[in-house]
C-alpha cells in the first residue's frame, strides 16, 4: 500500500524547469551488469538523450563475467 502512495504522490509533484542555471555538477553513472546483451543498448540509447553536458558526467559499464557475446 505504501508504494501505491508514493507513485501516487510522485504524480502530484510539478515539474521545475528553470532555463537560467547551467548546469556544474559533474558525476558518475557505474552500471554494474551480467548477461544484459539484449539490455545494453536500450540502456545506452537512453544516456544519449540526457539534457546534460557531456563533459560533466560519464558512464562506466563493469561486467561481471558475462558469458554472453556482448558487442558494447
Known sequence: ???V???YGFTKVNSFDC??????????????FRNEAENLPNLLNSFS?????I??????????CSNEG???
Open 19 to 32: 532555463l537560467r542555471l547551467n548546469p556544474k555538477t559533474k558525476f558518475t553513472i557505474i552500471v554494474p
Open 5 to 7: 502512495a508514493l507513485i
Open 55 to 64: 563533459d560533466l558526467f560519464e558512464v562506466i559499464l563493469a561486467d561481471d
Open 49 to 53: 538523450k540526457l539534457n546534460y553536458p
Open 1 to 3: 500500500m505504501a508504494i
Open 70 to 72: 556482448l558487442k558494447v
